[in-house]
């Protein structure tokens, strides 16, 4: 059983920056990516970024330059560091682990709200 938990969300001003955290947990195939992804209010999951087993990294053009994808391999975690908020950033982001034909997994989600 996998099992992802995100950390770090919350309010922040336009222009601020927050750190979001997911560890993973339980019995981890690798190699694996991991992602971030996010949902605003009465939208569609988006894509937002994404880190592979070879910490080869990507990012949607909307958080290019402003968003960073990391990884600890040791502690099973993933980060995004989000720099330069935008009230557009508002959403609930999820990470995601993908192991392939093993499995996909997803967290629960952590609130990000930029107000103007």
């Known amino acids: 059983q996998v099992q992802l938990v995100e950390f770090g969300g919350g309010l922040v001003q336009a222009g601020g920056s927050l750190r979001l955290s997911c560890a993973a947990s339980?019995?981890?195939?690798?190699?694996?990516?991991m992602g971030w992804y996010r949902q605003a209010p009465g939208k569609q999951r988006e894509w937002v970024a994404v880190i592979t087993a070879r910490d080869s990294t990507n990012y949607a053009d909307s958080v290019k330059g402003r968003f960073a994808i990391s990884r600890d391999n040791a502690k099973n975690t993933v980060y995004l560091q989000m720099n330069s908020l935008k009230p557009e950033d508002t959403g609930v982001y999820y990470c995601k682990l993908d192991t392939g034909w093993r499995g996909l997994y997803w967290g629960q989600g952590t609130q990000v709200t930029v107000s103007s």
């Open positions: 339980g019995t981890i195939f690798s190699p694996n990516a």
